[in-house]
Each structure stands twice: as C-alpha cells, then as structure tokens.
C-alpha cells in the first residue's frame, strides 16, 4: 500500500520536476508550491495509502519480531474491535472538526445538510465508541492481558491518522462532489 501511494507522486514529481527539483512553474516556484499542486491534483489519497502502508508495515515487524508476545496477550477479536475503535473515533473526529468548523463561524444556514449531518455523525460515532469500548471490555475480560491491552491501545493510535486522512479525504470529495 505504501507503494501503491508513493508511485504517482513520484510519477508527478518526475514529470514536473525537470530541472534538479524546482518545478516547471514560471517563478520558479519550488517544493511548498510543488506540494500545493500535488494535493490538488491528487486529492491526498496516496498520502491515505502510504498512511495505511506505514501502519500495516510497523504492525507487521511487531509481529514479526515479537510474534510470542502478540500470540500469547492478543486476539483477532481484540486487535478488530481496537481497529474499529480507532475508525469510529477518526470518524467522529472529523465530524466534531465539520461541525465546528460550521458552528464557529456561524454558517449554518449556508450548509443546511452538512451542519445537522456533522451533529447526527458526531453523535452515532459517540454511540459507537461507546458500544466498541463495552465489546473490547467484554473480549479482553475472557482473555485478560494488560500486555494485549497495551497492544491494542497502541494499534487503534496508530491507525487513527490513517482513518482520519481517509475520512477527510471522503469528506473533501464528497464536498468538491
């Protein structure tokens, strides 16, 4: 994955930076503007691919290397719902980022879908964390480790960026339409 998000930047980095860098831009601008042209023309979905590479990546060498410690204080059940945790909170993040970002600056009536979706989203996300904590609470009291909770509460941080670029970059297509 992390390739699969790298190859088209470095497609466009070759195609627009000819010359040691700097792009073809009268100017002569270079890697800020360079940069700018990149997420526009892209959308930020191979910086979500990479996201999920890097992640993946790391949780793979953990459990290369220590492959004991996550069979013996870890599941499939437990590592899911800590997964799930950290969708539904990056989610819920960017609901409360939407919703605040509307409400500050009193816009309310100029988004008159997405202001009472970002509350509805918000909201169900809270549930859910809610009901995600009470699962895991459930799963991890069958098979107690505070080891394989240390674990899990590492995995579902470092996913969130993942989901949270994701979602945003969900929420940004889904406003350009």
């Known amino acids: 994955m992390f390739g699969i998000g790298l190859f088209p930047i470095l497609l466009y980095c070759r195609q627009y930076t000819p010359q040691a860098g700097a792009t073809a831009i009268i100017g002569g601008a270079d890697q800020p ?5 990149m997420s526009q023309l892209l959308h930020s979905w191979p910086f979500c691919l990479m996201l999920f590479g890097l992640s993946l990546g790391i949780s793979a060498l953990f459990c290369l290397l220590f492959s004991k410690t996550a069979a013996k204080n870890c599941s499939i059940k437990t590592s899911a719902v800590a997964l799930g945790l950290s969708a539904v909170s990056a989610l819920g993040m960017v609901s409360v980022i939407l919703w605040y970002s509307i ?48 674990i899990d509460t590492l995995t579902a941080v470092l996913y969130f960026p993942a989901f949270f670029f994701t979602f945003l970059c969900l929420l940004d297509g889904t406003i350009k339409g």
Request: hydrophobic share 50%.
């Open 33 to 37: 503007t360079f940069s700018f042209m």
């Open 103 to 150: 409400a500050a600056f009193h816009e309310m009536s100029q988004h008159p879908v997405a202001y009472p979706f970002s509350i509805l989203v918000g909201s169900l996300c809270g549930l859910g964390c809610f009901a995600l904590l009470i699962l895991y609470g459930k799963a991890r009291k069958r098979f107690w480790s505070l080891k394989g909770m240390w």
